[in-house]
């Protein structure tokens, strides 16, 4: 059985920082691409960012040089590390692979961009 689960949202004030982690049980995620995603309520998830399994990197343009996604394969974790953070930034977190396996969204991470 598949699992991530995210951890290291809270809320932060604007232009401030916040690292989020994805630790993954049940699949060998170094095989993958994986990717962040967030989600807002009434909006669809988006990718905001994703690594290959070479360690190319692909951002949203909402996000590109704020945030920076990075993996350690021999944790099985991946990382967002996201600064300057924005109000337009809130939402819920989600990793998964690239493309994502829809039936294994873990809970996800809030994040609050708010003074």
């Known amino acids: 059985q598949v699992q991530f689960v995210e951890s290291g949202g809270g809320l932060v004030q604007p232009g401030g920082s916040l690292r989020l982690s994805c630790a993954a049980s049940g699949a060998i995620l170094s095989i993958y691409a994986m990717g962040w995603y967030r989600q807002v309520p009434g909006k669809q998830r988006e990718l905001v960012a994703r690594v290959t399994r070479s360690r190319n990197t692909n951002y949203a343009d909402s996000v590109q040089g704020r945030f920076t996604i990075s993996r350690d394969n021999a944790k099985n974790t991946v990382y967002l590390q996201m600064n300057s953070l924005k109000p337009e930034d809130t939402a819920v977190y989600y990793c998964?692979?690239?493309?994502?396996?829809?039936?294994?969204w873990g809970q996800g991470t809030q994040v609050t961009v708010s003074s």
């Open positions: 998964n692979v690239d493309p994502a396996w829809v039936d294994y």
